[in-house]
């Protein structure tokens, strides 16, 4: 396995309600990277944090948000959900924030807004 | 035009048969490639980069051709296990990876 984790597994919200997922990246890695998979979709870039700054955004809204932790660890904050949020949310980790590090994925938090 | 192109397949071939795998990408400044593979309801896994002189790892080859923005990858004698979803991948500057959709592959008995 990767070394990274996240939680919560599952989550079922309402439209408008918020949620926060949180992510621990590998050991030794400073950098997580967010990422939104919709079914039959490849994942989409969210936003990336290195050194608990964010260091790159994708095409989302405002209201998708998030954090780095002095540990490194991340949590990515959606407000008022809509139902097209729903999707599986994968973080990666990686030693380094540069093209062509690998990233290790999580095994992803199912979010489904009803 | 998506960023990243690929056949949605599936593609069902048979034990021991070879399968190529196709993928375009639109952004001449990409940096680095690879294929991820995704197991159903699983997260991706890096499966192999990609480099302009063509590399191998087993039964797996993948080849890059950068003037035509095309990436390939080729299974050989293929087996019941390599039955996923495989992603092509390219990465600019700053570490965004951007996936296609996905080609789907299922190898019967």
């Known amino acids: 396995e990767t070394g990274v984790t996240q939680s919560p597994t599952h989550l079922i919200k309402t439209r408008g309600q918020q949620v926060t997922l949180r992510c621990s990246s590998q050991?030794?890695?400073?950098?997580v990277s967010w990422y939104q998979q919709a079914l039959g979709q490849g994942p989409q870039f969210i936003f990336q944090?290195?050194?608990?700054?964010?260091?790159g955004r994708g095409n989302f809204p405002p209201r998708f948000s998030g954090l780095q932790f002095p540990n490194y660890s991340s949590e990515l904050n959606v407000n008022a959900l809509e139902l097209d949020d729903s999707a599986l949310y994968l973080c990666a980790s990686s030693s380094k924030s540069g093209a062509g590090e690998t990233q290790y994925f999580g095994p992803g938090t199912r979010l489904l807004v009803l | 035009r998506k960023e990243v192109e690929q056949d949605p397949g599936p593609f069902n071939v048979p034990e021991g048969a070879t399968v190529a795998f196709n993928c375009t990408y639109s952004?001449?400044?990409?940096?680095?490639f690879f294929w991820y593979r995704q197991d159903c309801r699983k997260e991706p896994k890096l499966l192999m980069s990609v480099y302009s002189s063509g590399n191998e790892d087993g039964r797996f080859t993948a080849q890059l051709n950068r003037a035509s923005q095309y990436i390939s990858l080729l299974i050989r004698d293929s087996k019941l296990s390599d039955s996923a979803t495989y992603l092509c991948v390219v990465s600019g500057g700053g570490n965004k990876l951007t996936f296609g959709t996905g080609t789907q592959l299922k190898v019967e008995l």
């Open positions: 952004n001449s400044a990409s940096q680095s």
């Open positions: 944090y290195y050194r608990e700054e964010e260091n």
């Open positions: 050991s030794g890695h400073n950098t």
